[in-house]
């Protein structure tokens, strides 16, 4: 008992002191007593302010870290909702199929696309096993896409309009002047028709359409409108760029022709052609 006293007195002491100086100034009313309480008192309501502050600033962080997420759970959501409204005009403008697109058809998703200076191409979701096979037109309901190059048994690879080596016989309406369609060579995103003679009445917006005669587009399909013409430095030939009616850059879904055009598939059977009356 003594070695406790010996190693805890001084604190039994120290907490005495606290109780009696406590009930002193709960108890004695005294002015300076009380001018003791009310410092006290105001010291501690600092000391509360400051705490329900601290608490305060705590609140407001986690509410903004709230406020934060769900702002961005939002705006997700709203991108996923633009995207799929983008998706249904999409689906629903490949409803709109014109007269010229009737016939067997297969419709495909556009995987990837490599449209540069040097290659124009397009991945396309639909290969062998779906009836796919090399050199099928492949369209939207604007127009001309391009051609199938090479096919896998999913996949396959789709040569498109603005490709250097892609070439086609198309006419130019009202007319139905005859000329040859390429990439145009001072601008990659435009498309030329040559060999038409200066003879021929042509303007810029008129209308670029297939001819049928390629064996591989049937005819009247839409590739562009005119958008400007000059004359050749030999004065024979007109030089016509073409607007494509297809915007490569935005083109999402596409059909694939299956149905041959009907000079192509007589030509292939070895059927005789009419002749010319």
Do not use: C
């Amino acid at each position: 008992m003594i070695r406790l006293w010996e190693r805890f007195g001084d604190w039994f002491l120290l907490i005495a002191l606290v109780l009696v100086s406590l009930m002193v100034l709960l108890t004695v009313n005294t002015p300076m007593v009380r001018g003791l309480r009310a410092r006290s008192l105001e010291m501690s309501s600092r000391v509360e302010d400051r705490l329900a502050a601290a608490g305060r600033y705590l609140g407001a962080l986690q509410e903004n870290e709230r406020l934060r997420e769900e702002n961005i759970r939002l705006s997700s959501e709203l991108a996923l909702r633009r995207e799929a409204a983008l998706e249904n005009e999409r689906l629903r403008g490949l409803l709109g199929i014109p007269d010229s697109l009737v016939g067997r058809r297969v419709a495909a998703r556009v995987v990837s696309k490599d449209i540069t200076r040097q290659r124009n191409s397009l991945v396309i979701s639909v290969g062998s096993e779906h009836g796919i096979a090399e050199n099928m037109a492949v369209v939207d309901p604007r127009g001309i896409v391009g051609v199938v190059d090479l096919v896998g048994p999913r996949h396959s690879v789709v040569r498109s309009f603005l490709d250097p080596g892609f070439m086609m016989p198309v006419k130019i309406e009202p007319h139905l002047s005859d000329g040859i369609l390429e990439r145009s060579q001072d601008r990659p995103d435009r498309l030329e028709v040559l060999h038409v003679p200066t003879t021929d009445p042509i303007a810029t917006g008129q209308r670029v359409v297939s001819s049928g005669y390629s064996g591989i587009f049937r005819r009247g399909l839409a590739v562009g409108v005119i958008d400007s013409v000059s004359v050749s430095e030999d004065g024979l030939f007109w030089e016509i760029r073409v607007d494509p009616a297809t915007p490569l850059s935005t083109l999402q879904h596409v059909f694939v022709l299956t149905d041959q055009p009907e000079y192509d598939r007589l030509v292939r059977n070895g059927s005789a052609l009419p002749e010319a009356n």
